[in-house]
């Protein structure tokens, strides 16, 4: 437990917290998951203390997956995003809620269309356990509060290997184990996992598609083989930033109460 205990856990989980959604998740895929990422990483992971803007230029430019481990230090190390100081600042501030990203542009039954409740209201009801037998957690994938709330952006440590980026979107990610994102493709996009644990699957450009399946629904499913190798793995953890190249599918499963940013670029202007 000591690695655990190192973890940046910031009130979102706890050892308690993270036995219960091992225990669920390792039975539901089938895998042994560990703090320390106990599955097999396909993805180059690199130091990201000793990374520089000209190096992501290059993985942009080649369009290759990278993780970059331990490159939100300093954010992490400023607590203003622990849970208890996050809700005292941001309890207030509606967010959308639905069991997968943007959810109201598939075609989902009423129950699972966007939901709009203040972070306190989603964190207290959601983020406290986990709900073995729901498969379409709901799940705050928000791409207006970054931008309507700028101190809520100006607390984002956003890495300056990444400040001269052109963004196009600010995105706030949070959702309890079991929670995330089908397979989907975009633009270059990075994920800055401030707390919690994310299991990532992408696929080339080429082999990259869109489903309405849950993201927990869809990592239970039986993939046939061309897909399964076509497929990377691995998983990110609390300070880690992924960079996903531009069109690359990739589906996400939070492992933890995970807590995220997620920035999307403009490849035309790179």
Known sequence: ?????????????????????????????????????????????????????????????????????????????????????????YGHVHVEVNSIPYGDQYTLDNTSRGKQPTLKQYVTTHMTGTDVGNTSKPYVFDGKALHHYPQMWKDVEVPHLLQNFPLVLRQLIIGPPGSGAPPHFHGPAVNLLLYGQKLWRLTPPSRAFFTNQTAEQWFQQDNDRDERDAMMQCVQEAGDVFFVPDSWGHAVLNLQHSLAVALEFSFSKL
């Open 1 to 89: 437990m000591a690695g655990l205990e190192a973890k940046h856990l910031g009130g979102w989980n706890s050892r308690e917290a993270f036995a219960q959604s091992n225990a669920y998740l390792s039975k539901v895929l089938q895998m042994k998951l560990k703090h320390d990422g106990g599955c097999s990483c396909d993805i180059e992971v690199r130091n990201g203390r000793q990374f520089d803007s000209d190096l992501l230029n290059y993985y942009m430019i080649s369009r290759k997956p990278v993780i970059l481990r331990g490159l939100l230090t300093k954010w992490l190390t400023s607590h203003r995003w622990e849970k208890t100081a996050f809700l005292k600042r």
